[in-house]
């Protein structure tokens, strides 16, 4: 993984860990962090690597000169700790999407889930999310997909690499548990993401005095720049027959920037 030491940050201009929480956007992070750091009103402030709504913890704000070195952060490799969600797929991969599967996945089993994550080690080509930044002819994929209009183009994949995907342990979350999770980080979310629609459908299929429990599995990923934690979770549940998606991501690591230093 790029690494890059003080020195190289100090000729570079200022280079912040800052933690992003869930259910800000990367750009209301920055004008949080305008607000924690008044003499940086009048800065150029950009940020090194997107986290969505739906996950938090490290990202690198580039201060002044330092955004004239951008390629260069944007190249370090990542860690996240991922919570994988079994029974449920949605159209953006995470809890802030339509669903559009369920399936049954009780007999779900560690040594399956273990099995499945093998696939995802090595250098893997990854298709770019639905709902994402990626420009497709012109026009963000999240553009073609709220026009209904992804079939009319072919999704671009690009070469990522994951350097140690390990499953840490699975446990089960009750129905009731579970929508007001997805309830309370939904209402986090400001903007337009569908937010009233996508709440209305996960009532529809879960129950405030339901009964059932969902498998979840959590997960440790080391990773080359430019991957998607969410699209593991799809995908390791495409490996096992099943609706998956993330619950939650919590991105750990940028490079040597720690989440125990970020400034919340």
């Not at 994929?141 to 990522?160: H, K, Y």
């Not at 209305?200 to 440790?220: D, M, V, Y």
Request: charged share 25%.
């Amino acid at each position: 993984m790029p690494q890059m030491n003080n020195a190289d940050l100090n000729k570079a201009g200022a280079v912040l860990n800052v933690y992003k929480n869930l259910g800000e956007t990367p750009r209301e992070r920055l004008e949080r962090l305008r607000a924690q750091k008044p003499h940086y009103a009048h800065e150029v402030l950009s940020y090194a690597g997107r986290l969505d709504p739906m996950a938090e913890g490290v990202m690198l704000c580039l201060v002044g000169s330092a955004n004239r070195r951008r390629e260069q952060y944007l190249d370090l490799g990542k860690e996240y700790t991922l919570d994988v969600l079994f029974g449920f797929a949605t159209d953006t991969y995470d809890i802030l999407g339509r669903v559009i599967e369920t399936g049954d996945c009780s007999g779900l089993t560690r040594r399956e889930i273990e099995k499945g994550l093998n696939e995802f080690r090595g250098a893997v080509a990854q298709e770019y999310p639905p709902y994402s930044s990626k420009t497709v002819e012109g026009k963000s994929l999240f553009e073609w997909a709220r026009g209904n209009a992804l079939s009319s183009i072919i999704l671009p994949s690009r070469m990522v690499n994951i350097y140690h995907i390990d499953l840490v342990g699975i446990y089960k979350v009750k129905e009731p548990a579970l929508l007001s999770y997805i309830e309370t980080s939904i209402e986090k979310v400001n903007g337009d993401f569908r937010q009233e629609e996508i709440t209305r459908l996960w009532k529809r299929n879960l129950q405030q005095s339901g009964e059932r429990e969902f498998p979840c599995a959590t997960i440790k990923i080391e990773c080359s720049s430019g991957t998607y934690a969410r699209s593991i979770a799809h995908k390791l549940g495409q490996e096992l027959g099943v609706p998956a998606l993330a619950l939650h991501i919590l991105r750990t690591k940028v490079g040597e920037y720690e989440i125990d230093k970020s400034l919340r």
